[in-house]
């Protein structure tokens, strides 16, 4: 078994292809390219009013990077509704490559200190491609999304790839392109790098809105830890309207 190789997977996502395993336990990935693809418009996510109301009551504890590998497991384990998953260790392990590079990222959940729900994705130029998310508490996930959303946003993305559409994501203002839509998205979205002195694609701008000093460490290290708590105000404001 070959390993997957960080600058392959990166290349792969530059050109519209992502790996999948058949099952946890699977010994080898495949390429995928799907013909419709899921991608959710960053400036059309639906914020309703209960989502909004649960943003603003801070119940969820809500950070970046703190805990990737933990969101990659939490993934990758099989649920009632979800008996398997296409995250094998071969796949974890590549990803967490990525993350040591500042290519991947995960948006955590948390409630009392404990782990309740995420998501991880890869990041190049002003595209995040997102992986997979699990929630182990009501809203845990659609509050990690949000979340995204509004860093995304702050950062000056373009894209954000949600590769297959679920009646979850569709919820929240998913919608389903053509392969040929979405080669130009992702073209358009990669072959930015700044506008007006603005990096596009700074998945840290958030992070620095609330604390500057976040800057030097973001600097220093690609993959250093630079995320505190955003306030679920903040995170609606930056999102706009509710429906």
């Not at 292809?17 to 419709?36: C, H, L």
Request: proline fraction near 4%.
């Amino acid at each position: 078994m070959t390993a997957l190789d960080p600058d392959l997977l990166l290349r792969a996502y530059a050109i519209g292809v992502f790996p999948m395993a058949d099952s946890r336990d699977a010994r080898d990935i495949y390429w995928v390219e799907p013909r419709k693809r899921g991608v959710l418009p960053l400036d059309g996510f639906r914020l309703s009013r209960s989502l909004a109301k649960t943003l603003r009551s801070d119940r969820f504890t809500v950070t970046a990077d703190t805990a990737f590998a933990d969101v990659v497991a939490q993934c990758a384990q099989s649920t009632d509704d979800r008996p398997d998953t296409w995250i094998n260790p071969q796949i974890e392990r590549a990803y967490a490559a990525l993350h040591a590079r500042g290519h991947a990222h995960s948006v955590e959940t948390w409630v009392d200190g404990a782990l309740v729900g995420g998501l991880y994705g890869v990041t190049l130029g002003g595209a995040f491609f997102g992986e997979s998310m699990f929630s182990r508490r009501r809203d845990a996930s659609k509050v990690a999304l949000a979340h995204l959303v509004a860093r995304l946003r702050v950062g000056g993305y373009r894209l954000l790839d949600c590769q297959f559409i679920t009646d979850h994501l569709a919820s929240l203002g998913a919608i389903e392109i053509a392969r040929a839509a979405y080669v130009s998205l992702l073209d358009g979205a990669l072959g930015v790098g700044s506008t007006g002195g603005r990096v596009v694609g700074d998945f840290r701008a958030l992070d620095r809105l609330a604390d500057p000093a976040n800057d030097a460490a973001a600097a220093s290290d690609p993959a250093a830890t630079v995320s505190g708590p955003v306030s679920g105000n903040r995170i609606v404001q930056l999102l706009g309207q509710t429906s």
